[in-house]
């Protein structure tokens, strides 16, 4: 995984030395790296005016499910408190919600669908280049975020997994309120009919249609919501954005 990620760090990095000559340079110091987010805020702008906030992602028949839902990225996390609800078929599961809520809450899935459900079938998108459509069933995020109240200044939502990147490096995730509340972000923990398996996220996962799939955050432990996520990793609001990656990935 470490090769890999270095693979497409150094070809994310690459692309843009292509564009933006002595981009390493730029970036290092304050007024470039405020330049490039101001940059990518633009993007960010022009995608949302292309796609308006409540624009649907495309949903698809029965009929175009893939035989296999490829997964990617961690398939089993190893680490102890993952690898304990594992053994327990994750009975004793619950998501817990905090930051800056009105109401901090740990909701196990029943909680979650007692909320509300929704199943939808979609396209996920990887960056690699491949494609697949599956049937999700999962609770809408926008429910949860009602249940706890978000707070006055809250911006983000961060969405911390059970899986670990490289040691000690958990991975991590975060989307903005705005794609949080769209129809189509679900918190999943239903696949093609069946429960979540394992490889795909199991026992609940995150579904941001709208987004390139590196952004479907797995195996989540903890929503944090929060006004910036500058003290969170390394400050680019995901781990692999931290690794070069866009922060926004619409497609």
Not at 178 to 200: F, M, S, W
Request: hydrophobic share 35%.
């Amino acid at each position: 995984m470490t090769d890999r990620r270095a693979f497409l760090r150094n070809t994310v990095l690459a692309l843009g030395g292509a564009v933006l000559t002595g981009c390493d340079r730029v970036s290092e110091s304050d007024t470039g790296a405020k330049v490039l987010e101001s940059a990518e805020a633009v993007t960010r702008r022009v995608q949302r005016f292309l796609s308006p906030s409540r624009a649907l992602a495309k949903e698809y028949a029965e009929a175009d499910i893939s035989p296999v839902f490829k997964p990617n990225g961690s398939i089993l996390p190893d680490t102890p408190a993952y690898q304990a609800l594992l053994r327990n078929g994750f009975a004793d599961y619950r998501l817990e919600v905090d930051g800056m809520v009105d109401r901090p809450s740990r909701l196990s899935i029943e909680d979650l669908k007692a909320l509300g459900t929704r199943t939808q079938i979609t396209r996920h998108d990887c960056v690699e280049g491949w494609s697949v459509i599956g049937k999700w069933t999962g609770t809408p995020l926008a429910s949860v975020l009602d249940h706890v109240g978000a707070k006055p200044g809250a911006r983000y939502v961060v969405f911390h997994c059970f899986d670990n990147y490289e040691e000690d490096t958990p991975y991590y995730e975060s989307i903005d309120l705005d794609e949080a509340r769209h129809p189509q972000t679900l918190l999943a923990y239903g696949l093609n009919g069946g429960g979540l398996p394992v490889a795909n996220g199991a026992p609940l996962r995150l579904r941001v249609e709208r987004q390139l799939g590196y952004k479907h955050a797995k195996y989540l432990r903890r929503i944090e919501l929060v006004s910036s996520f500058a003290d969170i990793g390394e400050g680019n609001g995901g781990y692999w954005e931290d690794n070069g990656y866009e922060w926004y990935a619409g497609i």
